[in-house]
């Protein structure tokens, strides 16, 4: 139907760093030049300004998680998901998921709006916050992120580590609402598995989830999962369901051919 505003809220794909462990000590030399231990790892990484540690808390995708994003695009693409405004996490996984999404729905004409409001739980960083690479590095890496954008919360604002779920919840709502109320037609949010109910659940009236209920409902968001919220004639949002499947895959341990040796 014409004219309904759909906001699309898209979790990164897979990441390395929990695909393959502590992988920075085994895939970078004293130089600081990455060395790829497995074919579902990138071919190439960005260089750090802190060095292959910036990657700590700020990693890749894995060739699986670029394919996933790709999937996702092409689905919207079949589905004649078009987007008027996009707006991502400063995490390098959900730039990447981003990039690969909108490349795949041919949307690329469309810059990514680097929004740190919609950053994880900071909760889950009480040992500190990650080093995102800046607007310039993600520009010069080749990323159309724009260099214009407001963002409707700065990194700095982001230092409550003790941050409850409640405030986790208001902070994405604020965000959203934002966002919803300042750019208009059908909008991208590409962020975190629980950035699919944290930016939409006050949207539709519901209160914040506690800190046990948000916690189940994480792992179920898997990689480059999609949750659509949908503004109704009377200007209110409900969840409907996404105009394309979802993702499903199995696992695919690394194999060691030196067991044929036995």
């Not at 760093?17 to 790892?41: Q, S, V």
């Not at 690329?108 to 500190?128: C, K, S, V």
């Not at 010069?140 to 700065?154: A, R, W």
Request: with cysteine; hydrophobic share 40%.
């Amino acid at each position: 139907m014409h004219g309904i505003r759909r906001l699309f809220i898209m979790r990164h794909a897979e990441r390395v760093d929990f695909t393959f462990g502590a992988w920075i000590p085994a895939c970078f030399d004293k130089e600081g030049n990455f060395i790829r231990k497995n074919l579902n790892m990138p071919l190439s990484v960005p260089k750090r300004k802190g060095g292959p540690l910036d990657f700590f808390k700020d990693c890749p995708l894995t060739r699986v998680g670029l394919l996933q994003a790709t999937l996702t695009g092409e689905a919207m693409k079949i589905a004649g998901v078009k987007f008027e405004h996009v707006f991502c996490s400063p995490s390098l996984r959900c730039v990447e998921t981003c990039t690969n999404a909108l490349k795949a729905s041919d949307q690329t004409h469309l810059p990514i709006n680097i929004e740190p409001g919609l950053f994880e739980w900071l909760a889950w960083y009480r040992d500190g916050m990650p080093k995102w690479m800046d607007l310039e590095e993600l520009k010069n890496y080749g990323f159309n992120v724009s260099m214009g954008y407001e963002p409707v919360i700065k990194p700095m604002d982001l230092m409550n580590t003790k941050e409850s779920s409640e405030e986790y919840y208001m902070r994405n709502y604020l965000v959203t609402s934002k966002i919803l109320e300042k750019y208009s037609g059908n909008i991208l949010f590409v962020a975190h598995a629980a950035s699919l109910d944290t930016c939409s659940r006050q949207l539709t009236g519901k209160p914040p989830r506690k800190e046990q209920d948000l916690l189940i409902i994480v792992p179920k968001a898997t990689y480059a999962s999609v949750s659509v919220v949908e503004q109704k004639a009377d200007e209110s949002w409900q969840l409907v369901e996404p105009p394309f499947p979802p993702l499903m895959h199995t696992n695919n341990l690394s194999f060691e051919w030196r067991i044929l040796l036995d």
